[in-house]
């Protein structure tokens, strides 16, 4: 399969010589180093005797099949490249008309009102890329924006008000960076950001072509394998996923995944995590990631063990926030078709002697809840393990439970991911059971994860 993909390699760079006479050659040059280095990745891959399936999932296997790799042969340009992923809706939240116009409105409303960021106020060059799929935008003023674009915007914001970013160079590493939105958001915001991205070959391939053809004047490395040094000057570093040990001991201000640990197999994950926490010296972290997201039994065959990534999270980090559904992601128009995600900023750090003590406290008034005591009236009297929740109470359909660090949803978490105790484990089962309004048919994916995860502990 290799050697089919290296002739092909080879055709599409024929195709691009043929192209130079009417795209830029600037542009040309980038794609064609793009193609190369993909390409030889996947051959040192081979070489090594590494295949997708040793570290993809189902659903990414398949994406690979039908749209990554013939994606990367036949474009002919950044442009036609990144459009390809936007219009199938890789990587982004974007979104075309009649969906374009008010997701615009409302995302610059709520960038406004909740973070005082006046998009038409800001510097000229933070706008859209133009590689992006054009029915995706529109101009505010000579502007060029998109719905996907704000998105990133509103994730920075949100994080200025939790971290420090340093005024001197400091670098960002990024797990999964989809096309490269993230990281060119970045990097517009803080232009003494440095950015080191890794991915599967196939990913890594748009970003470098994207990045590098956003910023053709800043330093690129690609490492082309285990034993490359990174360079520490570098601006921004593309790291095929395989080749990763080459980033330990490295040191990162901040660490980031959105959108990917859930759509990883737990073994993906779990080596990402171990990079992050015990490899690297990553002082801060950024995470947004599917939680509580319902499926059917069917769906298990191709969601297991996909779900458990919040629950490896170790203990060394002090939380800073945690939202599920955070109020980024409330926009009525397009967003409503994407998952539902949870938000994460942490640091070094943990909760200490005094914070644990408090949350085991907190979990014993836990267990008085309604929900789990399970309280109701008989013959005028109010006593526990009625038939609950009743009809017409507010617990029979809980639209507004408390989806942030004050609710009980994040303390089961934390007494869950703190003490592995099997207790916190039924406790939080019990508590997705009541949020998913105890169905059978349908159910939030992680409480298998979680049933799993409590049968392997030792046993009492």
């Not at 507004?400 to 703190?418: E, H, I, N, Q």
Request: aromatic fraction near 12%.
């Amino acid at each position: 399969m290799t050697e089919a993909l290296a002739e092909r390699a080879l055709d599409s760079l024929r195709n691009l010589e043929q192209l130079r006479n009417t795209e830029p050659t600037q542009t040309i040059a980038v794609l064609a180093e793009a193609k190369v280095s993909y390409f030889a990745t996947i051959e040192a891959y081979r070489r090594l005797g590494i295949a997708p399936a040793d570290y993809l999932g189902p659903i990414w296997a398949n994406n690979l099949e039908r749209h990554l790799v013939p994606n990367i042969r036949q474009c002919q340009s950044v442009e036609q490249a990144i459009a390809y992923l936007n219009d199938k809706a890789f990587y982004d939240f974007s979104c075309g008309e009649p969906y374009l116009t008010p997701s615009l409105s409302w995302r610059l409303d709520f960038l406004a009102s909740r973070y005082g960021c006046a998009v038409d106020e800001l510097p000229a060059e933070l706008c859209e890329s133009p590689f992006v799929l054009q029915k995706h935008c529109k101009r505010l003023g000579s502007r060029l924006i998109s719905s996907d674009f704000l998105n990133r915007l509103a994730w920075v914001c949100r994080l200025e008000r939790t971290l420090a970013f340093p005024e001197q160079p400091f670098t960002i590493l990024e797990v999964g960076g989809g096309f490269g939105a993230l990281a060119r958001v970045f990097r517009l915001v803080y232009p003494q950001s440095r950015h080191v991205v890794v991915d599967i070959p196939e990913s890594l391939f748009f970003q470098h072509a994207f990045l590098k053809g956003s910023f053709p004047d800043a330093r690129h490395q690609y490492i082309s394998g285990a034993d490359e040094v990174v360079d520490e000057s570098a601006d921004f570093v593309y790291v095929p996923n395989c080749f990763a040990g080459v980033l330990k001991e490295r040191e990162f201000f901040l660490a980031v995944n959105t959108n990917s640990f859930g759509e990883m197999p737990e073994a993906a994950s779990s080596r990402w995590l171990d990079l992050i926490e015990r490899e690297t010296r990553t002082e801060n972290i950024f995470f947004l990631n599917r939680f509580l997201n319902r499926i059917t039994q069917p769906m298990l065959e191709t969601r297991h063990g996909h779900s458990s990534w919040s629950f490896m999270l170790g203990e060394g980090w002090a939380i800073h926030e945690w939202e599920v559904d955070p109020d980024y992601e409330r926009c009525p128009y397009f967003q409503t078709t994407l998952t539902r995600n949870l938000h994460i900023v942490a640091s070094r750090g943990t909760l200490g002697e005094a914070g644990m003590q408090a949350l085991k406290a907190r979990g014993d008034n836990i267990r008085l809840e309604d929900w789990s005591l399970r309280p109701g009236w008989d013959d005028f009297k109010f006593k526990a393990g009625a038939d609950y929740p009743p009809l017409m109470s507010r617990a029979d359909l809980e639209l507004t439970p408390d989806l942030t660090k004050t609710g009980t949803l994040y303390a089961l978490w934390s007494l869950m991911r703190l003490t592995r105790d099997p207790q916190w484990f039924a406790m939080l089962i019990g508590y997705l059971d009541y949020l998913n309004g105890q169905q059978a048919e349908v159910f939030f994916e992680e409480i298998p994860t979680l049933m799993q995860m409590r049968a392997l502990l030792p046993q009492p």
